[in-house]
């Protein structure tokens, strides 16, 4: 199975800040990637597709980017929501989860 | 509006057999595939299995076979997970989740998510 790793585990950061997250996988998966924010107690949200499609509804400091086996979701600034985890989720090949990046201030 | 509303949180002993639902309104169930996930309590999210309502094909991750089983009613447009017998290690929230494609020839990616379900297996 294709094992995805994020970095940082812990990401700490101001309101305003650029924010950005990496994620690879064990194997290439071309652009079959999705990233989610989890707030807590809460389901995930679907924030990015296909690696660096936005999510209608999604605002647009979020963008990711990247191919193959490595990829990167960038919060241009900031905002007090934002703070939750990130997960980066591969669906080239059935799914898995990367263990998740927590951005906290 | 897609909605994906779970059944409410469950309280078991070891050994019990537990069904969770997930009713979906918004769209056409039968056309698109469904999944679960598994969240342990502090933990990140694993996949546990997928189906396609309309043909009833049933995936599973090799970490989950055997482990659950997952059904759907087309009639109530509501995917289930089961167990027969749990374990203490099956506490988590599950959630359940609709996936669609960006394009006909590409893989399915999880969009909209129900509420999760906690499921707890105390003695």
Avoid: H
Wanted: glycine fraction near 8%; charge should be neutral.
């Amino acid at each position: 199975d294709i094992q995805m790793t994020q970095s940082p585990s812990t990401l700490s950061a101001s309101v305003g800040d650029r924010v950005t997250i990496s994620c690879r996988a064990s194997q290439s998966i071309s652009t079959w990637l999705a990233w989610f924010q989890q707030q807590p107690g809460k389901a995930p949200k679907l924030l990015i597709y296909d690696a660096s499609r936005l999510e209608s509804g999604v605002p647009s400091r979020f963008s990711g980017s990247g191919s193959g086996t490595d990829f990167t979701l960038t919060i241009s600034s900031l905002q007090p929501d934002d703070f939750a985890t990130y997960y980066c989720q591969q669906y080239n090949v059935y799914y898995s989860f990367g263990q998740g990046t927590k951005v906290e201030i | 509006e897609v909605q994906l509303v779970q059944s409410g949180p469950e309280v078991k002993k070891p050994g019990e057999s537990l069904r969770i639902s997930c009713r979906v309104s918004g769209y056409s169930f039968a056309n698109y595939w469904i999944g679960w996930v598994r969240q342990m309590p502090g933990k990140g999210l694993e996949w546990m299995t997928i189906m396609y309502p309309g043909s009833s094909d049933t995936r599973y991750s090799p970490s989950f076979q055997g482990q659950v089983t997952m059904s759907a009613d087309k009639s109530t447009s509501t995917a289930y997970l089961q167990w027969s017998s749990l374990k203490a290690s099956d506490i988590a929230v599950y959630y359940c989740a609709r996936a669609r494609q960006s394009l006909d020839t590409s893989p399915y990616f999880f969009d909209n998510w129900g509420q999760g379900t906690l499921v707890t297996v105390s003695s």
